[in-house]
């Protein structure tokens, strides 16, 4: 990832070209003419919106460890992975059940990536492989799994029946939280109703199922799960934090493609998470004397 965040003069200043502007901008710096017109911040709470792009002077200020640079995948290679439909991966699995072919590829795919979006149609079994990279990685012990509230007891027993660690799986009901539970299973209704625990709990994965129902930027339980930014700090909602986190939803191909964008967004903010450039590039934006359009489609072949 690249090193954009440096600290010098005692300002947090980035170094992003024109492109990434709106990294900066979204997390709360100003544009200033301190440090050589640039966008910069003295807050360290700010700065730390992006601490993945601290290089060592930035994250030394910060106090965080600087994390090694990964050689990007290349383009070409990470599509084949996604379209691939097997793969040459051990994955420990309870006796007498197995994952289909094309299941275990999608756990390679997502056990490789700290964000993943599984869209395979309804009945492939996504469920199965979201445990599987939960069953993949020794290390994960506390997962938060948001859901539809019908399909809440469903992932509570295939939690069971397909984990290969003990763990103790509980399911959040109206005001009552599991509090001895490793895996939680909540809906997007009753999120504000635990939000305290949900903030105070170290996740090590977050399952968000049926993601499509965060399409809507603006909604509160979009919120709940992305969070929200806000010129006002009181008014800022941070996102729920994990370690890693996996995306699934049966309906990838939404009626606007401007629905898509809360979600690629939290995936990957330095690729998706400009939203002017999106609408504009796929969802027809423009402007209009009643503000932005964004309810067509274009480039659709290349989204």
């Not at 700065?47 to 990964?70: F, K, T």
């Not at 990279?133 to 799994?145: I, S």
């Amino acid at each position: 990832m690249d090193k954009n965040l440096t600290f010098e003069r005692e300002v947090f200043v980035w170094r992003g070209g024109y492109e990434t502007r709106q990294s900066p901008k979204q997390a709360g710096f100003r544009w200033t003419t301190i440090v050589n017109r640039k966008w910069a911040t003295r807050s360290k709470e700010t700065a730390m919106r992006l601490s993945d792009h601290a290089d060592a002077a930035a994250a030394a200020a910060l106090g965080i460890e600087v994390a090694p640079d990964v050689p990007d995948v290349p383009v070409e290679e990470s599509t084949a992975a996604s379209r691939a439909v097997d793969a040459d991966i051990d994955i420990d699995v309870p006796a007498g059940l197995s994952y289909l072919p094309y299941q275990r590829a999608g756990i390679a795919f997502a056990s490789g990536r700290e964000a993943t979006l599984i869209g395979d149609e309804m009945g492939l079994g996504k469920t199965i492989q979201a445990i599987g990279v939960v069953n993949a990685n020794p290390t994960t012990r506390r997962v938060l799994v948001v859901c539809p509230a019908s399909l809440r007891l469903n992932w509570a027993r295939e939690m069971k029946k397909w984990l290969v660690r003990p763990a103790q799986v509980g399911v959040a009901i109206g005001k009552v939280w599991p509090a001895d539970a490793e895996i939680v299973v909540i809906n997007y209704d009753i999120l504000g109703k635990h939000d305290r625990e949900i903030r105070r709990a170290k996740w090590d994965l977050l399952i968000v199922d049926e993601c499509h129902y965060l399409k809507n930027a603006k909604a509160a339980r979009t919120a709940a799960v992305l969070g929200r930014w806000d010129r006002s700090p009181s008014k800022r909602i941070e996102p729920i934090k994990a370690d890693r986190r996996l995306f699934l939803t049966g309906t990838p191909i939404v009626s606007r493609p401007v629905e898509l964008h809360p979600v690629l967004a939290s995936i990957d903010s330095g690729l998706w998470g400009n939203w002017r450039h999106f609408v504009t590039r796929y969802c027809n934006g423009h402007r209009t004397r009643w503000g932005w359009d964004v309810s067509g489609s274009s480039n659709l072949g290349e989204l």
